[in-house]
Nanobody
Framework: QVQLVESGGGLVQPGGSLRLSCAAS????????MGWYRQAPGKQRELVAT???????NYADSVKGRFTVSRDNAKNTMYLQMNSLKPEDTAVYYC?????????WGQGTQVTVSS
């Protein structure tokens, strides 16, 4: 079973920045797809950003221009750089990887944007 460990969440003021990390126990270079989701209380989980093994990225309209997803294959780690944070970005953020037909989720990390 692949283990995904998330870190980097916390409390930040509007306009601030955070960088989330997701470290995998397996080789992310072998993953077919990976990305970040978020879920706010009372809301459905939504896709935030994805990156393929080929390096293609996609973003939700709500975060375009503010968030950047990247990965470091040598460290088996995926990142989400979040800039110009807004209160509506407040949510639990989850990383997700797919290896072949199997999907793995991180434990989630809380991001709170508030004055």
């Amino acid at each position: 079973q692949v283990q995904l460990v998330e870190s980097g969440g916390g409390l930040v003021q509007p306009g601030g920045s955070l960088r989330l990390s997701c470290a995998a126990s397996g080789s992310i270079a072998s993953a077919s797809a990976m990305g970040w989701y978020r879920q706010a209380p009372g809301k459905q989980r939504e896709l935030v950003a994805t990156i393929t093994s080929a390096g293609t990225t996609n973003y939700a309209d709500s975060v375009k221009g503010r968030f950047t997803v990247s990965r470091d294959n040598a460290k088996n780690t995926m990142y989400l750089q979040m800039n110009s944070l807004k209160p509506e970005d407040t949510a639990v953020y989850y990383c997700c990887f797919r290896w072949a037909l199997n999907i793995y989720w991180g434990q989630g990390t809380q991001v709170t944007v508030s004055s």
